[in-house]
């Protein structure tokens, strides 16, 4: 087993999750989004060939996060495994989450590039296209390569940047420093919502493709945010194994409205991978092996967490780079990710995996 030492070695540093007492009502506070931003006809053939196009669509309706059971959830976040620490033992997000909850491609090219590039296309007189920011009408020099050569979208990875941009968020959201959070939190709560169902709203029994549109009218709730944050506290603590739906996408409700290009080989063999995940200068690590009853498989013992905190304080500032030639190490290991594939021993009677599933 893991020296717990080392397991939670952030709890003295700066996790959110040693400072409780001395913050008990603090709520992380989601970045508002942009909704209703036009999209020009000119534009859709492109976002088709990526794959992005539905994401688009869905831009007007767009459901908005519920942050105090976020931050709830945030608590539990551990940096050091890229897993949620529950009662019942250990769960999180992965690229098969990201295929069912975005429908968004797994293969491909990771989504790293270096700001010379722009020079290179202007210089050359290439177009480049500029899109509203969630923040501001601004958004970073760094897409500008990608935007210039559109017919080329479709190549990268975008499912694997998007849980990697996600798992950078939550990582840097466990820092008791941090109130604000970026990132593709919607794809966190519909997690949420599919995997426990006793935190699900009602009324939302029907759901279409990607599964995460399921809750496009999702309200929030006017009440305390600090109050329904020790509630949601105190829900996460009552949770016991059958509480988490481990295989949410086995049923034949979901076989009926999925897109089959998702469960293509080429995609559908990477969400057992333990390989790197690429957003620029974001580097995080997809070690499924802690989580393989979600696949519904026997949890042996996994790997030991791979440290990589020196990586969480890359953010790509301080002069440009070339990304996959300073992080070059570990866009080897995406390129090598079918060496990384791991094979799962499908379990015929599931256990509690905080008792007898490992062995």
């Not at 966190?188 to 009324?203: A, K, N, Y």
């Not at 897109?259 to 974001?282: C, G, K, N, Q």
């Amino acid at each position: 087993m893991e020296d717990e030492d080392r397991l939670y070695r952030l709890n003295d540093v700066a996790h959110v999750a040693g400072y409780i007492d001395k913050a008990p009502t603090k709520v992380i506070t989601g970045v508002r989004r942009q909704q209703n931003m036009p999209l020009h006809d000119r534009i859709i053939p492109y976002l088709e060939t990526a794959g992005l196009y539905h994401l688009a669509r869905l831009n007007s309706q767009w459901f908005w996060v519920d942050e105090p059971p976020l931050s709830a959830f945030i608590e539990r976040w551990r940096p050091e495994t890229h897993t949620f620490h529950m009662p019942f033992g250990e769960c999180t997000i992965t690229l098969q989450d990201v295929a069912y909850q975005l429908d968004l491609p797994i293969d491909g090219k990771p989504v790293s590039e270096c700001l010379t590039e722009f020079e290179n296309l202007m210089e050359h007189g290439r177009p480049a296209w500029l899109f509203a920011d969630k923040n501001t009408n601004q958004v970073h020099l760094r897409w500008l390569p990608y935007l210039a050569s559109l017919d080329d979208l479709g190549r990268y990875s975008w499912g694997s940047a998007a849980l990697a941009w996600l798992y950078r968020c939550l990582c840097r959201g466990t820092n008791r420093n941090v109130v604000n959070l970026a990132g593709p939190l919607q794809l966190l709560q519909s997690w949420i919502f599919w995997r426990f169902p006793t935190l699900r709203p009602s009324g939302f029994d029907g759901f279409g493709f990607p599964l995460a549109s399921r809750w496009a009218i999702y309200l929030l709730r006017n009440d305390a945010g600090n109050q329904r944050l020790v509630s949601a506290r105190l829900s996460l603590d009552r949770l016991r194994v059958h509480d988490f739906v481990w295989e949410p996408y086995s049923s034949a409700e979901i076989a009926v409205v999925i897109h089959l290009e998702i469960l293509v080989d080429e995609h559908r063999r990477l969400w057992m991978a333990i390989t790197s995940l690429i957003y620029f200068a974001a580097i995080e690590w997809h070690q499924v092996d802690r989580v393989l009853p979600q696949f519904g498989g026997v949890q042996h013992l996994p790997q030991p967490a791979l440290n990589i905190d020196w990586l969480h304080a890359k953010d790509g500032r301080g002069g440009d780079r070339w990304f996959s030639t300073y992080y070059q190490e570990w866009h080897q290991h995406w390129e090598n990710q079918l060496h990384s594939i791991i094979w799962v021993d499908i379990a015929c009677i599931f256990h509690d995996t905080s008792d007898d599933l490992i062995r």
